[in-house]
Structure formats: C-alpha cells, structure tokens
C-alpha cells in the first residue's frame, strides 16, 4: 500500500521561500516520476513539476524560474522549494506519483495535501 | 502549451441519471496520455481513467472514457450518490502536463 505523507511551512510572508517535503512509504521509488501539483483556493490544478529518483527534472515554464524539486533517494523523499512567494502562490499544494510505466502520464497516488498560505 | 477546456462548468443531474463530461484539447493529445480524476471537497483528487478509457483500480464500471485527438469525454452510466463532486481531465506532451478546470456534477 503506496503511501505519500507530506509536510511544511503552512503560512508564508511574501518574497519568502516556501518549502515542502514529501515522503513515499510502502512502495517502490525509483521507476517513477514524482511531482508537485497545487490548487488555489477553489480553483483547478496546476503542474508545477516532477523528478524521477536519479534527480532528472521537468518543470512548468511558468514557474520554472522559481522552482527547484530535489530528491533524495535514499529516504525516498523528493522536494519542493519555491522562491520569492506573493499572495498568487497561496494554494494547497500535493505531492503526487506520475506512473508511466504502467498508467501513462497520469497521476496514480497522491499526498494529503499542505495549504500554504502567503500573507503579510 | 495545452490547454484543456471542459464542458459544462456545472451539470446539475439526479442520481441514477447519466453524466457527460466533455475534456477539448487545444491541440491534438494522444490518448495515452489523457486522464480523468475526481475530487471532492478537502480531498486529493482520485484517479478515474488513465489512457482515454482505461479504469483505474478500484474504479466502478459505471464509469467510462472515450476519445481521441482534441476531444474526450467522461461517462458516469448511472450517478451514484457518491459521484457527487468536481471532475479533471489532465493531459501530458512535451515533458509538460496540463489539467482541464473542472466540471462540478451536483445534485439537482
């Protein structure tokens, strides 16, 4: 049973740096890719990107300048870290597992969820 | 990039009802790479479909996806109760994803 626990800062200030964890328990890592995906209060989902368990990454070109997801295999955990945040950045923001091997590109397990929210 | 748009916005229907749901892509989209998710308030969104009409685990049969090139389409045969919620199509090309901004089935 594939599971995705993440965790981080819930109430930024802008132009401050937002960061977020995401562990994988239960399942395999590597074989993957892992993503970042966030909504805005009572909006869609935005991709914001992904990284496969040797550190290769594709971000959104609209948030790539601000955007860095790492990895560390050996914890089976990836990362999210966004600079320069401003209210627009306020969102829920959740880790997911893209399965190309067996499902595409989509989107097969994800976290719970952190809200982040970005107010002076 | 792809943009997704779905229609309706809301579809107001009674459960044991049919729902479809309508995903047009912007440009042509391989069925491989199209899904469909659910989402209900306070929740993560929940895989349906994957490649255009393949259920994912655990999914009910009342639920089909059809498709291909610019145009997809949700199928819920009969709504349960439980069907009640907000629902995604996503498409990947490019190294890149999109997501559609959601039709909300509610009860009428």
Redesign the interface.
Known sequence: QVQLQQWGAGLLKPSETLSLSCAVYGGSFSGYYW?WIRQPPG?????IGEINHSGST?Y??SLKSRVTISVDTSKKQFYLRMSSVTAADTAVY?C?RG?FLE??????M????TMVTVSS | ?IVLTQSPGTLSLSPGERATLSCRASQSVSS????W?QQKPGQ????LI??AS?R?TGIPDRFSGSGSGTDFTLTISRLEPEDFAVY?C???GS????????TKVDIK
Do not use: C, I, T, V
């Open positions: 993503s909006k869609g989902l935005e991709w594709n959104n070109p959740h997911a399965n499902k595409g590109s989509a989107f097969d994800w976290g719970q969820g | 990039e491989r790479y199209l899904a998710y993560a969104p929940r895989l994957y490649g393949n994912a995604f996503q498409q990947y190294s890149s994803y999109s997501f559609g901004q959601g």
